[in-house]
């Protein structure tokens, strides 16, 4: 029997890539394991890319090897610093840490360089058919392609035309890089594929130096033979770019060339993955966001409640296989179960209230103790439950004309009251309109832990809280989004299949009053009702929210053809959820301290929101940005980094000016900032001084000319052979020699300074 413990991020029981990776290492194949997560920043993480996470770092933590976190940032229409950051947050939040922090934009100077290459050698030419044009010659997978009447063009030519495409002579979409393979190919991916594209857009870090962008299959195998990449492990649908992503390694004479290895995305029911498909219920306004609770992100699982443990100890029972096919969102639903059962206490929650007053009940609350824990959930505790004179219980938990097998309150009937006495209706009061307003009832005070005496019958046990003492609180029910099991092959417009019934709000729940003691955090069941917990962004002290992270138990008809869930009985009114004004509920003083945020210093409202709620938080942020007067860039930090970590300011070993410094020290270019996190890791251990740390460890960023020349040196004598295959025209071998040097310096020196240096050596006369 495998032992290996899920939740600390191992890859789990043994599966086919592990077992490649067991027998490299075995036969000398390998003597490391790198892996990577190289996700493209054009959205936030979902649960198949969760899954993804706990298969690379896990593989990476088991075998003791170390995995890349890569932003494959080739896109500039699409990516954003936002989702940098919302994979960032999603990675640490899921129970992992990366070993390198990397980006394909590092590499553009580098690619570009490869790319002249293949045209210099004749393998790769511009183009100037139109995007429909291109299609058109491709073929199809039963009829070969056609060359384009531009494909023999001399390299001459080609060079010129690159290097024109680069200087940004040409309009978007008028010409594009190809590379020369087989337009007769069987695997439509050789059939000259597209290398560069031309785009006058910014990109969110290489500003507007650059006009022309690789397309993801040019950048992706480059960019893990950059980073030396042992195991590049990658969903199936990437299956027949292995070929082309080693025919660019092999051209270029790369070497060692990673392996690529693919695995069965997974396809979830009732659950859409693709993030323009997602984005686009975003900007639509169908979710409120891309952390509203019903979304399959990372971010809206967080939100919703569900742990980092639940979603490893899924990606765990799904498993790593090499055939597609959909798994069954109950499984997704039985590993948050078993997550919560045990970790979940119960108390006692009425969503929909009605009345009740126990006409013979105590005059002062009496003090009913009550077990958090079942008995199949080996932890011990109980917490007071007030009983008293005037209660709340479900209207659902009341029938004036019961139907048959129907076993709560009606009129004449007795029920127990959970953990409390049996009751008795005795009389019904309604309003003019007929509406059932309040029950008055009587209560058996021998009946604690004990049936009726007479022998009647009780007919069931319902939940209740007192009314006085009971919590306000609204109450919002998520269900599945869409309510038909594969919405991307469905008929019609995807919002066709949304579900009416995704979320249910009750704006006048009750909550037993003893959730007021614990920490904002704590996940419970209420009990009959499901788990729930607060949510993080809505809920206060004193206007609690808390969302439903799953039902006790499927409530879905497996068997009805259009998918809908079944409706045993009446709930309210559907209502959709509304992203709330974040300054709503600001105070006057906390209204005036964001005006001066956002205005005068030039915040983001998001981030100033957030600052302005704590005043031990923006006061940090005030002695931060006293010390270095980026105020972008210090509440960033606060806001995406500090914040992470979830240990109070006042509790830090530093304080505000010490992140001031920081930050400093990246704006400098005194720190990367990979190089800066590290030191953030040791000031939240130590307490000591940025600049402190920095000099103590070594870790500036290495800018010195004379002090990297020997290195360099020391490295193109080591390859005797590659500087003469590099001046032979194998250009492509100078990210070879940056990489060495990357690695003697730690990740510490300055890589545009290295790649100059190098090509500076390289180009000078043998």
Not at 25 to 35: D, E, I, Q
Not at 505 to 532: I, K, N
Not at 661 to 672: E, K, N, P, Y
Request: hydrophobic fraction near 35%; glycine fraction near 8%.
């Amino acid at each position: 029997m495998d032992t290996r413990d899920v939740t600390t991020g191992g890859a789990g029981p043994s599966n086919f890539i592990r077992d490649i990776i067991e027998e490299d290492l075995k036969a000398g194949r390998r003597r490391s394991v790198v892996t990577r997560f190289p996700p493209e920043p054009n959205g936030y993480a979902h649960i198949g890319h969760a899954q993804s996470i706990w298969l690379n770092f896990g593989l990476a933590r088991e075998f003791g090897g170390r995995c890349h976190l890569r932003f494959d940032d080739t896109n500039p229409e699409t990516e954003d610093v936002e989702y940098v950051e919302a994979f960032r947050r999603d990675i640490r939040w899921l129970g992992f840490k990366w070993d390198g922090e990397f980006y394909a934009s590092d590499y553009f100077e580098q690619l570009y360089e490869w790319a002249v290459q293949l045209i210099r050698d004749g393998k790769a030419y511009v183009d100037d058919l139109s995007e429909e044009e291109i299609r058109a010659y491709r073929g199809t997978v039963t009829e070969p392609g056609r060359p384009s009447p531009y494909r023999d063009r001399t390299p001459e030519e080609n060079l010129d035309l690159f290097e024109r495409m680069k200087n940004g002579e040409f309009p978007d979409g008028a010409r594009v890089l190809r590379a020369k393979i087989d337009m007769a190919s069987p695997n439509m991916k050789m059939r000259d594929p597209l290398m560069y594209r031309i785009r006058h857009a910014e990109h969110y870090r290489r500003g507007d130096a650059w006009c022309i962008y690789p397309f993801y299959d040019w950048a992706h195998g480059q960019s893990d033979a950059i980073e030396g990449i042992t195991h590049s492990i990658c969903t199936l649908e990437f299956e027949n770019n292995r070929e082309l992503y080693n025919w660019f390694l092999d051209h270029l004479g790369i070497r060692p060339r990673p392996h690529q290895y693919e695995f069965a995305r997974l396809n979830l029911d009732y659950v859409v993955m693709s993030k323009r498909k997602l984005l686009r219920l975003v900007k639509e306004g169908h979710v409120a966001g891309w952390d509203d609770p019903r979304m399959p992100t990372v971010a809206a699982m967080r939100r919703r409640g569900i742990t980092p443990e639940a979603i490893r100890a899924f990606a765990q029972i799904v498993g790593v296989t090499r055939v597609n096919s959909r798994v069954d969102l109950g499984l997704f639903e039985y590993a948050l179960r078993d997550d919560l059962n045990h970790r979940a206490p119960r108390v006692m929650a009425v969503l929909d209230p009605l009345k009740v007053v126990l006409t013979n009940g105590p005059e002062t609350p009496e003090t009913l103790d009550a077990d958090y824990w079942p008995h199949d959930v080996p932890k011990e505790g109980t917490r007071p439950v007030p009983f008293s004179r005037t209660l709340y219980i479900e209207r659902d938990d009341f029938r004036e004309e019961p139907p048959a097998r129907y076993k709560r309150l009606a009129p004449g009937r007795s029920v127990r009251l959970r953990h409390g006495y049996v009751v008795t209706c005795d009389e019904v009061v309604k309003d003019g309109d007929g509406r059932v307003v309040e029950l008055r009832c009587s209560y058996d005070p021998g009946t604690l832990d004990a049936n009726p005496a007479d022998g009647r019958k009780v007919w069931g046990v319902i939940h209740w809280v007192s009314a006085a003492e009971s919590l306000p609180a609204e109450v919002r029910l998520y269900d599945r989004l869409f309510r038909v099991p594969n919405p991307d092959a469905a008929k019609g417009d995807l919002t066709d299949h949304l579900n009416p019934d995704s979320i249910q709000v009750y704006p006048h729940a009750r909550v037993e009053p003893s959730v007021a003691r614990d920490p904002a955090d704590t996940r419970y069941q209420f009990e009959r009702l499901g788990y729930f917990w607060r949510d993080p962004e809505d809920s206060a002290e004193d206007a609690l929210v808390f969302n439903r992270i799953i039902s006790l138990r499927d409530t879905w008809a497996k068997a009805a053809g259009d998918g809908a869930p079944p409706k045993a009985e009446p709930t309210p009114a559907p209502q959709r959820i509304e992203r709330r004004d974040p300054t709503e509920d600001l105070t006057p003083d906390q209204r005036e301290r964001l005006m001066r945020y956002t205005k005068d210093l030039d915040l983001q409202l998001d981030e100033a929101v957030v600052l302005v709620r704590s005043p031990a938080l923006a006061n940090f942020f005030e002695d931060a940005y006293a010390a270095h007067p980026n105020a972008q860039g210090v509440a960033n930090w606060i806001v995406h980094e500090l914040l992470a970590v979830k240990t109070p300011v006042e509790a830090l070993p530093f304080g505000g000016g010490a992140l001031g410094r920081l930050v400093a020290l990246i704006d400098d270019g005194t720190l990367t900032s990979r190089l800066a996190k590290e030191v953030f890791e040791v000031m939240l251990e130590t307490g000591d001084d940025p600049r402190a740390i920095v000099e103590r460890r070594g870790l500036e960023v290495l800018d010195d000319r004379d002090a990297l020349a020997p290195m360099i040196d020391d490295v193109l004598a080591a390859y005797p052979d590659k500087v003469a295959q590099y001046r032979g025209g194998k250009t492509g071998l100078l990210g070879f020699f940056i990489g060495q040097i990357m690695r003697q310096t730690q990740g510490t020196a300055d890589p545009k300074l290295v790649g100059a240096l190098v090509r500076e050596r390289l180009d000078a006369s043998g």
